[in-house]
Structures are given as C-alpha cells and as structure tokens.
C-alpha cells in the first residue's frame, strides 16, 4: 500500500505522463489539443473547465478507451491489471447484483472467486461507511450512497491511479460536502493518486493539490495553479483566508479559459 | 442512511391522504382479483338465458351447463387430446428459446452474422405461418416434428429480437468499465450482457408462449387428419364434421384455459426471477 502522506509536490515518483497529446473527432472537432501532464504518485489533480474543453476526453484517453491521434500517454513501468480505477458521473452500478458484488467486479473480471478477496471488498466497502450494505441492492440505496459503492469499487485494488469524472455533479450540495470531506479522508487512509474532473471551483480548490484548468474549442490546458494546503484539510479549511485566495485565483483562470473560448 | 431506515419506521400520526390512499390500494387488491369473476358469472349466466329463453338448439348454441357436462364426460379424450398440444407447445416454446437466446447470442456476438441473418428471421416471422404450414407437411415426414417446426416458427421471433434488444442494451459506462478492466467477450457476455437482457428475453418469453400454443393449434389444423395421438385443435375439427358442438366448446375451453395458465406461469417466472432488482416488479409508492 503506497505511504499514507505523500512526499512534497516536486519530489513524488512519476505514475503516468502526457506529451503532447492531440485528440480529434470527425477530422475537425479538437477535442483535445498539445496536452501535455505529468501525474506524480499521491497527487490529487483536478481538471477544471467549461463543458466542452476535452476533460472527459483525457480521462477516456488515460483509460484506453480511445487513442491519441498524435502524442502520447506512457505509465511509469508499464500498465497492468487494476492499475486503474474509475467512478463516472452516474455510480454505473450493475442493478442485479449486490453492493458486495458490485465491489468485486474489477476482481471478478480478474478470475479472482468472491472468498479469495472477500475482505478486501468489505474493507473497502468500510472505508465507505457501507459494511452494513453488503448484500443490499443498489436500489435500495440513495443517490450519495450509490456513490460511495462506486468509490468503494475504484479503490478495491488499490489502483496506481483513480479517475473521476465529475463523480458529485448530480447531487445535491450537502451529499457533495460529505462526499468531498469523505473522499479526502480516503485519500488519507490509503493515499490514492486521484485525477478529478469538475466544473466546481470550489471543489477542485478544497479537495486537490494541483488544479489544471482548460479552455474549450480546442480543447487545451490553459493554466496550472498548485493548493499547497497541507492535507488533512477540514471545515476550517473552508473557511479560511487561504482557502478564499485559491479559490479566487482559480475563479480567475477559469473566466480567462471562457473568455479564449468566446 | 436515509433509503432503508425510513421504510422500518412505524407510522403514529395518521394521514388522511395516505389512508385513502391505503384504501384505494386495498380496494383495488380485491377488484382485480372479483371483477373478472363476477364478469364471468354474469356472462355464463346470460348465455345459459339466452340459450333456454330463445330456445337454442343444441347443435346451434349449446347451454354452459351441457358445455360442462361434456367437458366431463368427454374428459378423458379431451385431457389426451391437451397433453399433445400442451406437450408440441412446450417443446416448441423450449426450442423457441434456445434457438431465440442462442441466435441472440451469436447476432451480438458478430454483426455479419446478425447483418446476414437477420432479415430472414423477420422474413420467417411475417409470412403467416398457415401459408407455410401446409409445404412443411410436404417435406416433413414425421407429423410430431411438422406440427413442432410450425409453433417454433410462431414463437422464437419475439425471443429473438427482444434479447437482441437486450443484450445490446446493456449501460454504456458499464461496458466502458468492463473493457477498462480488461474483460474478455465471454466476461462480458456473462456478467454484462445477459442479466441486462434477462427483462426483455423475459418480455418475449411472455409473447412467445402464447404464440407457441397458437403455432400448434394451427398447425394442427392444416395437418389435419391425425386419429391417434390428436391433439385438441383436431377434436375441434373432427366435433365440427359431427356437428357436436357442445366438445368443440369444451375443448376451446381447454385451449383458452391453457393459454391463459401459460402466461400467468411465465409471468410469474419473471416476477420471481426480477423482483429482486428490475423496476418492472417494484410496488410504487405514493
Ligand atoms: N466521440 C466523440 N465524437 C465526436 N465528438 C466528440 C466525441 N467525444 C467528445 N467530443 C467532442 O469533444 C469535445 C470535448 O468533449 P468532452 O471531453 O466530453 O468535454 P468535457 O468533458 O470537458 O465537457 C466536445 O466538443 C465534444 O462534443
Ligand atoms: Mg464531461
């Protein structure tokens, strides 16, 4: 399990790098254009932008499912099996299965039997609040709930790397403040590398230390602002001077992004 | 935990909405259940007036309780006569989903064999089965396996294309996931694919049983003459050569019964089989 407090920013091991990588759509649409990103081993990057400027994109194109049209994505070591985990904007939970199930799949889809990584699916689902779900169905379960079992699935292997796309957007604002503190305290129990998509200034500045934010058409990086607020990070956090400054930095270059897009 | 708790809670504050509501839901409970029946004994009821007042002939329209009588005196022949169109049914609704489901299977798997064959099964299915029937006797020797092909054609379409529909239905982040985590095509079939057609392949099974017991009926008329081993729509035939219409009655009443049992077991089959999860066999609330 990687060390719970990560080393400084500049000093951290390399997951995975970006160079200049282009991604276009039907020969015209820029989805993505010239980035480049270096992922750093406990990092917690925030993608921020208007709709439009290539986040989802760069996720899909970390995940394999697409293909860089030029440039390229290298993992530090090569990638394998549950070196990655995910969590979309939906909790994309298989309906006919338990929350316990659900948890298993990345194993499952590894050959692993349900007895064999038992207690890892019920640690992770633990470290999630949701021991006492294992064998509800998803159903039965609320909006943010639903989320922490799509968490709890990410992180069960304990992947190099976790990515998030816009994971809290669909809920409402007081699910999405415990979330954010949950998500953080996760991150302090088992130091995750996290690279998270939003459009939400204030969660990319309170959850992330390095914020990457982007202007649409073409997709591109425009900035890249560090919070060096050391983790663990509170309420008071929230409402700290600090916390007011970043965020007003961020808010800044997120209007310059709009305006380039303009 | 909000979801779950608040189901276990026990109410104390009566709500005047919601005891109607509960009500209504209760009255409803017992409608579904006596509305058709009461229905029922009025009809039978009229039908035996009709009968004695207008002074029917038998021949013409035979009385319910003469269609009872003969029900029970012709019993023995008539219960044959169901076992061989219960059992072409059966076996032709088995084959109907095993050749459903498995050409399902293989459509999904390669889409030039689905672009290939695809056309032919909705030829099959909309060219009326009495029009092909009477070649399929032709060339089929064995009588059993004429009448089995006709229901099978009836009945695997809607297999066919509601698991089709299924299996290609399955969420697109999950199939992102699934090839994220580097799932093989079997993986992905099983785990994937196939609980999220489970619904629909449910769907069309319910279809397909009613069809397969119309596929046997009538191919069992253009087969025509049987003797031994007739199943009910020949009974049918041959009472009407005779003009005894009290056993054609009692033995579409059987044929009626049957059908109507058929879907009330597959539609139990799936409450059972999705009640755990699928918002088909949830009870709204509110
Ligand atoms: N598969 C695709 N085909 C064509 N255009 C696409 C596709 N995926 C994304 N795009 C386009 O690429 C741009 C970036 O999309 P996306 O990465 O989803 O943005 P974001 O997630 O930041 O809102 C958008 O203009 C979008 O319409
Ligand atoms: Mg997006």
């Avoid at chain 1, 969660?203 to 900035?223: C, K, T, Y």
């Avoid at chain 2, 009385?63 to 003969?70: A, I, K, S």
Wanted: aromatic residues 10%; contains cysteine.
């Amino acid at each position: 399990m990687p060390t719970a407090s990560a080393a400084p920013l500049d000093q951290r091991s390399e997951v995975l790098w970006m160079e200049g990588v282009d991604k276009t759509f039907n020969g015209n649409v820029h989805a993505l254009k010239g980035m480049s990103l270096r992922v750093g081993e406990g990092d917690f990057i925030s993608l921020l932008g208007p709709s439009g400027c290539g986040k989802s994109t760069a996720l899909r194109l970390i995940s394999d499912l697409i293909h860089p049209t030029r440039g390229r994505i290298t993992w530090a070591g090569g990638q394998h099996a549950g070196d990655l985990g995910v969590v979309f904007q939906e909790p994309t939970l298989m309906p006919w299965a338990t929350v316990a199930q659900n948890v298993w799949l990345p194993f499952r889809l590894r050959g692993k039997t349900y007895t064999s990584v038992r207690d890892d699916v019920l640690e992770a689902l633990k470290l999630v609040g949701l021991e006492k779900f294992q064998n509800a169905y998803p159903r039965e379960l609320s909006g943010g709930m639903k989320m922490r079992v799509s968490i709890a699935r990410a992180m069960v292997t304990h992947p190099r790397l976790i990515l998030m796309d816009e994971p809290f957007a669909a809920l409402d604002e007081i699910t999405r403040f415990r979330l954010n503190d949950d998500l953080l305290e996760l991150k302090d129990k088992i130091g995750c590398t996290v690279i998270f998509v939003t459009h939400s200034v204030f969660e990319s500045v309170f959850l992330s230390d390095r914020i990457v934010v982007m202007a649409a058409r073409p997709g591109r990086v425009i900035r890249e602002l560090t919070v060096d607020a050391p983790y663990p990070r509170d309420d008071a956090f929230r409402t700290s001077p600090e916390y007011a400054a970043h965020c007003r930095a961020a808010s800044d270059a997120l209007h310059e992004a709009m305006e380039q897009a303009a | 935990m909000t979801a779950i708790d608040d189901r276990s809670a026990t109410p104390e504050i009566v709500d005047e909405d919601e005891a109607r509501r509960a009500r209504a839901r209760k009255l409803d409970k017992i409608g579904k259940w006596t509305l058709p029946v009461v229905v029922m004994i009025i009809t039978v009821f009229l039908w035996d007036r009709l009968v004695v007042w207008n002074e029917i002939p038998h021949y013409i329209l035979p009385g319910p309780l003469l269609v009872f009588e003969t029900l029970i005196k012709d019993w023995a022949m008539l219960f044959d006569a169901l076992m061989v169109t219960l059992q072409i049914t059966l076996m032709a609704l088995a084959v109907a989903v095993l050749g459903g489901v498995g050409l399902a299977i293989l459509f999904t798997q390669s889409r030039w064999v689905e672009m290939s064959f695809y056309p032919y099964a909705v030829i099959l299915q909309v060219t009326p089965i009495v029009a092909i029937a009477p070649l399929i006797f032709i060339y089929v020797d064995s009588r059993i396996a004429g009448l089995l092909l006709c229901a099978w054609l009836v009945a695997f379409f809607p297999v066919l294309s509601n698991t089709t529909l299924g299996l290609n239905s399955a969420d697109h982040n999950l199939r992102d996931l699934f090839r994220i985590y580097g799932a093989t095509r079997w993986q992905r079939l099983r785990y994937l694919q196939l609980p999220s057609a489970l619904p629909y392949f449910l769907g069309g099974l319910r279809i397909a049983g009613g069809l397969s017991l119309i596929g046997a009926v009538v191919a069992e008329y253009v087969a025509g003459t049987g003797g031994i081993g007739s199943g009910l729509a020949f009974r049918i035939l041959e009472a009407g050569y005779r003009l005894n219409i009290p056993r054609m009655f009692a033995a579409l009443i059987l044929i009626a019964a049957t059908g109507v049992i058929i879907f009330a077991g597959l539609s139990f089959l799936s409450h059972m089989l999705l009640r755990k999860w699928h918002e088909s066999a949830l009870k709204r609330e509110g």
